[in-house]
């Protein structure tokens, strides 16, 4: 090999090492694994409990696909076994176990978002029921006698609940070991993972230790910050961004993280290079960059990623005219303004606020005539509030606009043609 192309590689393998890494257990194991020549097997599990992924999940699928265009292989293990237990890593209960046609169809979904970022071809899904269906009750002994119930508790999520008195079922004890196991079944050289799979990435290097197998390296990511700013984004959090959401929830939700953030994202989940990246920080620090201009480069970055250039423009578009210009969107969702959806707010109204008359003049709509309602109602009966106390901290926070007016009170007029907007990102029209 000639010496600028030694240069690359190795150029390669300090940024695969080293952007977007916030552990490699054994790094120099690592280094000479990746000066090996060898085609390495590279372990992604995935716990199919839920169908959907998130931009958290991008940031070690980028990896992945980082390690692919070196020439090694994913194996992507599916784990239909692992999800009728439920993995309770960062959690504090035990989680319901699923069926089988539950794993299958989450697993569907899930695949499709996966490969929008991992190369497919380059990629090997394995199921986990093809070892485990052929288990027998003498292979859980043996597979369970090679760790103690202290090696378990020392996982901080299991230690958390032991000593708080919370219940652990013994499936979920047996979860690291299983996943363990898929790293002998198919002899894996690198597992991946976000920070919070530490315990069962060791576990597996463990075990491919006793079994006579080279220890796996555990190359774990750093766990992505929600678009809150504060805690480690989760669709249960709401503070997520979906891989298969459209290009303008995509954009919207990126320019709303906090200043702060920018640079995290940068890092994690674009290919923006490392120098670029230095100059960023740079403005940042001296406060000599509009935050949003580089906001508006991430959110098309990413979008751009997920779907394409032309739908990252399109979405840009969108949101200067909408959330700069404050103009109103070109598609809108359909509400159909009916008599009985206004005599269920009157009812609601009287039952709920003790009025004599929520609604002034019910009667059949028309394009002349406008109702006066209880807004937090109304924001409840169309599904843009959760409940009467969602609806009125939203006004309170002057998020509700109703024909482009800001919304003070919680009565107001609408007719025929009234556009609600709730938030920064939904709108309904009356039709």
Known sequence: MDTSKKVIISQDINHLLKRGVAEIIIEEEMIELLHSGKKLRLKE????????????HIVTLRKLRQFQELGHQVILIVGDWTAQIGDPSGVSATRPMLSQEQVNANAETYM?????????????????????????????????????????????????????????????????????YDSVAIQADVEF???????????????????????????????????????????????????????????GKAMSIPDSLILHYFELVTDVPDEELEKIRQELDRETVNPMTLKKRLAREIVTQLHSLQAANKAEEHFVKVFQKREVPEEIAEYQLTEELLQRIKARSIKEEGLLAGIREVGKPDETTEWYVSVPLLLCEIGLAKSRSDAKRLIAQESVDIDNKT??????????????????RRYIKFI
Request: glycine content about 8%.
């Open 112 to 180: 499709k978002q996966f490969f929008k970022v991992v190369d497919r071809k380059r990629t090997e899904v394995r199921w986990q029921s093809e070892w485990f269906s052929k288990f027998t009750l003498s292979d859980i002994i043996q597979l369970t006698s090679k760790f103690t119930v202290a090696q378990l508790l020392a996982r901080e999520d299991f230690n958390n609940r032991y000593s708080a008195g919370q219940p652990i079922t013994m499936a979920e004890l047996l979860y690291p070991l299983l996943q363990a």
């Open 45 to 56: 599990g995935f716990d199919p409990s839920f169908p959907d992924i998130h931009l958290g």
């Open 407 to 424: 919304v003070y009170e919680t009565k107001s007029n609408i007719r025929i043609g009234s556009i609600i907007r709730v938030g920064k």
């Open 193 to 251: 993972g976000g920070t919070d799979q530490k315990f069962n990435l060791l576990v597996g290097r463990e075990l491919q230790s006793m079994v006579g197998q080279h220890p796996q390296q555990c190359f774990m990511t750093p766990i992505l910050v929600g678009t809150d700013g504060s805690q480690k984004m989760s669709k249960s959090l709401g503070n997520y961004i979906g891989v298969a959401e459209p290009p303008n929830e995509i954009y």
